[in-house]
């Protein structure tokens, strides 16, 4: 009977567990969101647990240490925050923090005995158009309330500086939180980046030497400081560590019963692996800090003159210039003169310069009194980040390029990342966890021993100290002190292994998670396909329809002389030291033009208030010859690139104002997406073969950009053009054509996607990149294969006429192609099997959509989706989590550019940059392509099966002597101290050592290693192979009895083993120990047989040699050494041998034809997993969801795939998000400009037609344009729109123009 289950499946938001009722919150709907309670001092408790820790002889003081939360919670009475002296802090990841509550007063110095009522706190202020940063708590002056409504200082800066007297604090991660009274509660100490005006920036004077010293008090050194912690201090954690402790415990146990060599040996392995654990340790910081750490001298604003002081004295709201010639940011700072060109590769692990401009100065509109937040999201590229390198900066002659500082110290962009390399993400992985489990079972198994030999003695009234230390003992043998050391033996080896693949680790527990990967996404431009792009061609368009494609850009004719300067112009390129740099693919572009680019020079630069623009103009125009002719007519064609408006992401355009030289008025080119620009193109332009060309040229894998002109009227002079609003220029463009570039797929693609998906490792693309493009490169690298189809997921957000969200589902390929769509609502059915023949492919805007409206669905898009388009950086790390959601082990290779999230959020993140921005990633390719995937996973699975193997090793191993050592219990013997260190030392550490050396298996297997100890294959191993060795020892133990040469063991006061039964048992134990490591060491799939680990088979050599000496034929010397009793026959001695030869052969068989059988690993695994249905992963659940459900997805749509584009694209115009719009605006503005607010504009005209009348409520006025600025006549709004007076009134501005404005409504 098939009863349908009902899936419950996790909606795959991104950020923290919900808020529960009754705990309070730290950074609440944050990622570092966490539960906090407070506590005070307890003196009854305080007495009561230190009396319990005085009569355990401070072992519950040490279980305090390894949980120093739980201490404070019997130390210490739970009360409110208000009055808490401790906080405990729980993250999500259930890691648990204490810190100590401070009190400092205004100055800094702590503030003892001070009464609660004087303690005020911040108060933050409610209103979000207020800052809730302490800006002014440093003013001599108390802000009016003037003062407040200008947006020159905010409402809480005034209720700072009245109220503050003291100031309640705690750090922990390296963030500082301080005391509200208004919410109760602490609040993360913030800088200028949050919910302060833009206008207050632009306002900012610098700071007085009271108010910076309050701020350094306050926010604390501008510095990244690692500390290196001293060495009596690692020490002291490492000996207090419990594994160290268990070692100290044990060796305790063997030097009070007299095992002083094997005592003395562990003693001094344990001191060498402390003190490299000290080298390595102190080693690693020191490179951290010298890394990070950096300070250097600046100039701080102070009064009227630029001071030099250090960086580290910086504090939020100072003043800075940045150098001419650049330097190396030590804060985040916001731009407000000049401009600065940066390299970011720190951040975004992309070399390429970033251009920099001011922060935009908006006007506030008198009739609403309203000032725009900064954002530092929206803004960044006005905002210099901390650790980023300024390459140079451009402004007015000598004037100085100027900086607010926005954050310091751990708060900046640069600190964060520190602080997620201090304070990781924890690697939850079952293996781990399973561990545990493991150990504690086989404590368990110790209990059960030591309660065995407690009874036993106690029959025979030993002596308590006898019956103690015997019982102990056993208790160090089930539980193997060593185990936490060899587990890490397969890592090391992987990690060795992967640096000479030239792939780094910084996270060496990383390595066993990558083991089991099953998916893995690939970011495409520079990870899937080459970093370059080479020049296709270029499609002109004429008399609105496409012209022949030209491959040669000199063959371009004059009538398509626009498209070619588009080309010369419409760029972000700069020449820093001689060289011309930028983005590849403006190069790329410029570069095939053969023009040449010119910049000011010192000497043009230094002419004050007169910007001298950059220069392109045909290869060798001059030769030497001025410019204009004696008729001032110019000799050469030379334009002047007057504005840019740099790419922004959300508008998916750049845009640049020229002027060629003997022009009478300035021209507008514009560059982008395609669908982005044909929006903002007349429609009488457009070809009508627009979409058709566009797949045509997609669907082969190039790049397509679209270029567009504007002619600007001659009326509009340079004043206003620097000023000028992108919005209001970037509209009504005339189409140019498309520029074509092939992005060629790296050779190393293919082969390696086939390769993974031979193995059933899901393969998918998340690119920023155009939908088509990503649709053809996933078809040729073979994410897709031939046969197999694309389902294009879309969805529309509510309209008027239609409320609810909806989705549609349509065949990428054009209806005709398959006979089965030619309906308009046709179904397909669903494969009978999971490996089904087709694919979802969705882009950023539909999963946003999806992913607010419709998460169950996103659940069943994310198990079969492969292609995911124009996806933001957040929106990356989304689609990682949902995948982590379901259950899938998903790796994220990308090339660091916008990909640091998703590598960050990934259970193995590998990065292809050798920027510094891969350190936010656990490893590093420096091979620039995705051969190192499956490297990675190869070499994963093979530290993880290693580490099973030697788990498994190591536990046998325990049960092994444990199981010898309660047999000699029966007549009150032992092994001896030299017996038990040749088993521990010889044996055990050389075979666990070399175990781990055997390399990966050359091909990567369809069936991924097993990631639980408690999967059926792994106890049932160690269960049968625990009975075989127990039935060998048993056996020898009594048949060396029935020999007729036998002396029974006497009981003596030197406690002198020597003993046929000690023989019996050491002997058949040894070889035991030989055959789990060969058994053990297992090969294919995932490794190399161990014919190839040369160290491995030397090992074993001398090993089986030893055993055969010690067994056969040792000389009397050496059985006197190991106090071993040797049988006085030989040809008895040589039955061991034969009963190890059968042992090893029933071992053989065991694991290789039942524990690797089809039956135990596969049929019996189901069945448990049946029975348990909570073992199932959720992206089975849902697949079986998927296919029962043979309706879903309705192909709802028999349109061509350019007509859905073009349809999207429409849509997408109407859905205008105002919100973004509001941002380029303020983003497109220089210095020197002032902007009203957008709501000002849309509210007055809406009410008042251009006469200055109210307007009409007709139907025309509720139509939708594609057009936020409506269908007024384009170059009167420009004329119109003058800036330089302020635009506190756009309609009356437009009253004054008269007759050249149309009387349509905005």
């Known amino acids: 009977m098939n009863k349908k289950k009902e899936v419950k499946v996790k909606v795959g938001l991104s950020g923290p567990p919900p808020m529960k009722s009754g705990f309070q919150y730290v950074n609440p709907g944050q990622e570092d969101q966490m539960e906090i309670s407070g506590y005070r001092p307890s003196l009854i408790r305080k007495v009561i647990v230190w009396f319990f820790i005085i009569i355990t002889a401070g072992l519950l003081r040490l279980f305090f240490y390894w949980l120093p939360h739980l201490f404070i919670k019997f130390t210490h009475t739970e009360c409110s925050l208000s009055e808490a002296k401790v906080v405990i802090l729980k993250d999500q990841y259930k890691q648990w923090f204490v810190s100590k509550v401070k009190v400092h007063s205004k100055n800094g110095q702590p503030a003892g005995g001070v009464k609660k009522d004087e303690v005020m706190g911040i108060a933050f202020s409610k209103n979000p158009y207020d800052s809730n940063t302490p800006l002014k708590m440093g003013d001599t002056k108390t802000p009016t309330d003037d003062h407040v409504s200008s947006g020159l200082v905010s409402e809480v800066d005034r209720i700072l500086e009245l109220n503050r007297k003291f100031v309640r604090y705690f750090i922990t991660k390296k963030i500082k939180y301080i005391w509200s009274n208004e919410s109760q509660t602490f609040k993360k100490l913030e800088g200028l980046d949050k919910n302060t005006k833009c206008s207050y920036f632009h306002a900012c004077k610098g700071l007085t030497y009271p108010q910076q010293q309050e701020r350094v008090t306050m926010f604390g050194s501008n510095s990244i400081q690692i500390h290196v912690t001293p060495i009596i201090r690692i020490l002291f954690k490492e000996v207090l560590s419990p594994f160290y402790i268990f070692q100290m415990f044990s060796c305790g146990i063997w030097f009070a019963d007299e095992y002083y060599y094997y005592a003395s040996c562990i003693v001094v392995i344990s001191v060498v692996s402390i003190s490299a654990t000290i080298y390595q340790t102190r080693k690693m910081q020191r490179a951290l800090r010298n890394t990070i750490e950096s300070s250097t001298i600046v100039s701080r604003l102070h009064g009227e003159d630029f001071v030099d002081v250090c960086s580290d004295d910086l504090v939020p709201g100072d003043i800075i210039s940045i150098p001419r010639n650049g330097c190396v940011m030590q804060c985040d700072a916001v731009l407000l003169t000049g401009n600065c060109i940066v390299n970011e590769s720190m951040l975004t692990g992309?070399?390429?310069?970033?251009?920099?401009?001011?922060?935009?100065?908006?006007?506030?509109?008198?009739?609403?009194?309203?000032?725009?937040?900064?954002?530092?999201?929206?803004?960044?590229?006005?905002?210099?980040?901390?650790?980023?390198?300024?390459?140079?900066?451009?402004?007015?002659?000598?004037?100085?390029?100027?900086?607010?500082?926005?954050?310091?110290?751990?708060?900046?962009?640069?600190?964060?990342?520190?602080?997620?390399?201090?304070?990781?993400?924890?690697?939850?992985?079952?293996?781990?966890?399973?561990?545990?489990?493991?150990?504690?079972?086989?404590?368990?198994?110790?209990?059960?021993?030591?309660?065995?030999?407690?009874?036993?003695?106690?029959?025979?009234?030993?002596?308590?100290?006898?019956?103690?230390?015997?019982?102990?003992?056993?208790?160090?043998?089930?539980?193997p002190p060593a185990l936490p050391a060899a587990l890490t033996i397969g890592i090391v080896f992987a990690q060795r292994r992967l640096k000479r693949g030239q792939i780094y680790c910084i996270s060496p527990r990383s390595i066993n998670v990558s083991g089991t990967i099953n998916a893995v996404c690939f970011d495409k431009t520079g990870t899937l396909t080459e970093d370059g792009l080479d020049m296709q061609s270029v499609v002109p368009v004429q008399d609105g329809r496409f012209a022949e494609e030209v491959q040669d850009i000199k063959q371009l004719s004059s009538d398509q002389r626009l498209l070619l300067n588009a080309m010369t112009t419409c760029h972000s390129l700069t020449i820093i030291n001689g060289v011309l740099s930028g983005d590849p693919l403006d190069l790329i572009m410029f570069n095939a033009t053969e023009w040449e680019l010119e910049e000011p020079g010192e000497e043009e630069a230094s002419r004050y208030d007169m910007i001298v623009p950059t220069i392109v103009r045909p290869q060798g125009a001059r030769n030497g010859k001025g410019t204009f002719d004696q008729q001032f007519v110019p000799i050469t064609e030379e334009i002047a690139i007057m504005r840019?408006?740099?790419?922004?992401?959300?508008?998916?355009?750049?845009?640049?104002?020229?002027?060629?030289?003997?022009?009478?008025?300035?021209?507008?080119?514009?560059?982008?997406?395609?669908?982005?620009?044909?929006?903002?193109?007349?429609?009488?332009?457009?070809?009508?073969?627009?979409?058709?060309?566009?797949?045509?040229?997609?669907?082969?894998?190039y790049r397509v950009l679209a270029l567009a002109h504007r002619s600007l009227p001659a009326k509009l002079k340079y004043a206003k053009i620097q000023r000028i609003q992108r919005e209001q220029v970037e509209r009504n463009l005339t189409f140019l054509g498309f520029l074509v570039l092939e992005n060629r797929l790296k050779p190393e693609t293919t082969p390696i996607i086939h390769q993974l998906l031979e193995a059933n490792i899901r393969t998918i693309m998340v690119t920023g990149d155009n939908m088509l493009t990503a649709l053809s490169v996933a078809r040729e690298c073979g994410m897709v294969g031939e046969n197999q189809k694309i389902i294009l997921v879309q969805a529309f957000p509510g309209t008027t006429g239609k409320n609810d969200p909806w989705l549609e589902y349509m065949y990428t390929e054009d209806p005709q192609d398959h006979h089965q769509k030619s309906t308009k609502e046709t179904k397909i059915a669903m494969p009978d099997s999971t490996d089904s023949n087709y694919h979802f492919a969705l882009d950023g805007r539909s999963w946003a959509i999806i992913r607010k409206h419709f998460p169950l669905t996103l659940q069943k898009i994310c198990v079969r989706g492969t292609v995911f388009a124009r996806m933001s950086p957040d929106q990356k790390s989304q689609l990682i989590e949902v995948l982590q959601e379901l259950g899938y082990f998903v790796g994220m290779c990308g090339d660091g550019a916008n990909d640091c999230g998703a590598l960050k959020a990934a259970h193995a993140g590998i990065s292809l940059s050798e920027a510094e921005a891969s350190v936010a990633s656990p490893f590093t390719s420096k091979q620039p392509n995705i051969e190192c995937v499956p490297t990675l996973i190869r070499q994963g699975r093979a530290a993880l099966v290693t580490s099973f193997g030697i788990f498994k090793y190591m536990a046998c191993y325990s049960l092994t002597q444990f199981v010898s050592v309660l047999i000699l219990y029966w007549i009150f013997a032992n092994l001896t101290d030299f017996e038990f260190l040749y088993i521990d030392l010889f044996l055990l550490t050389s075979l666990s050592v070399t175990f781990g050396y055997t390399n990966a298996y050359d091909k990567l297997s369809k069936d991924p290693p097993l990631v639980s100890l408690f999967s059926v294959a792994p106890v049932l191993s160690i269960l049968l192979h625990m009975l075989i060795q127990t039935a060998a020892q048993v056996f020898c133990y009594f048949n060396v009895q029935d020999q007729p040469w036998f002396v029974p063991y006497e009981v003596n006061e030197d406690d002198d083993y020597t003993s046929y039964e000690n023989m019996a048992v050491f002997v058949i134990s040894m070889y035991q120990y030989v055959t789990l490591a060969i058994i053990f060491s297992k090969g294919r799939p995932y490794r190399k047989t161990i014919f190839t680990n040369y160290l491995f088979i030397a090992n074993l050599v001398v090993c089986i040699g030893m055993n055969l000496w010690l067994n056969i034929y040792p000389i009397e010397d050496v059985a006197t050494f190991f106090e071993l009793k040797v049988p006085p026959s030989i040809p008895y001695r040589l039955i061991y041998l034969g009963i190890a030869a059968i042992n090893f052969f029933v071992d053989y068989l065991i694991e290789t034809f039942i524990i690797d059988s089809y039956f135990v690993k596969e049929r019996l695994q189901c069945w448990i997993e049946d029975i348990f249905s909570n073992s199932k992963y959720q992206y089975e659940i849902v697949e079986e969801e998927i296919v029962r459900d043979s309706s879903w997805p309705n192909i709802s749509s028999a349109e061509s795939l350019a007509q859905a584009f073009e349809r999207l694209d429409s849509q997408q115009a109407r859905d205008f998000d105002q919100s973004s719009l509001l941002s380029s605006l303020l983003d497109s503005a220089s210095e020197t400009q002032s902007i009203r607010s957008l709501r000002s504009v849309e509210m007055e005209t809406s009410h008042r037609d251009f006469n200055g009348k109210p307007a009409l409520n007709t139907g025309a006025n509720s139509n939708t344009s594609n057009n936020f600025y409506g269908d007024i006549d384009d170059e009167s709004q420009l004329i119109a729109d003058d800036l330089d007076k302020g635009v506190d009134n756009l309609a009356m501005d437009l009253d004054e123009q008269g007759p050249d404005v149309n009387s349509q409504k905005l």
């Open 350 to 479: 992309e070399s390429v310069p970033v251009t920099k401009t001011p922060l935009p100065n908006p006007k506030i509109s008198k009739s609403r009194g309203e000032d725009i937040l900064f954002n530092l999201k929206e803004h960044s590229k006005h905002v210099l980040f901390c650790g980023t390198h300024i390459l140079q900066t451009r402004f007015y002659g000598s004037q100085q390029v100027k900086a607010v500082v926005l954050r310091t110290g751990f708060s900046t962009a640069k600190g964060e990342l520190v602080r997620s390399i201090m304070h990781p993400k924890p690697v939850d992985f079952k293996f781990n966890r399973d561990t545990y489990i493991f150990v504690a079972i086989l404590a368990a198994i110790a209990g059960v021993g030591f309660i065995y030999t407690v009874v036993i003695m106690v029959e025979e009234h030993e002596a308590f100290v006898d019956i103690f230390l015997r019982s102990m003992d056993l208790i160090t043998i089930a539980v």
């Open 644 to 701: 840019q408006f740099t790419f922004a992401s959300s508008l998916q355009r750049m845009s640049v104002i020229t002027r060629k030289l003997g022009a009478p008025n300035f021209e507008l080119f514009s560059k982008g997406a395609p669908e982005m620009i044909a929006s903002l193109s007349k429609p009488e332009t457009l070809p009508s073969n627009f979409h058709e060309v566009l797949i045509e040229y997609t669907k082969k894998g």
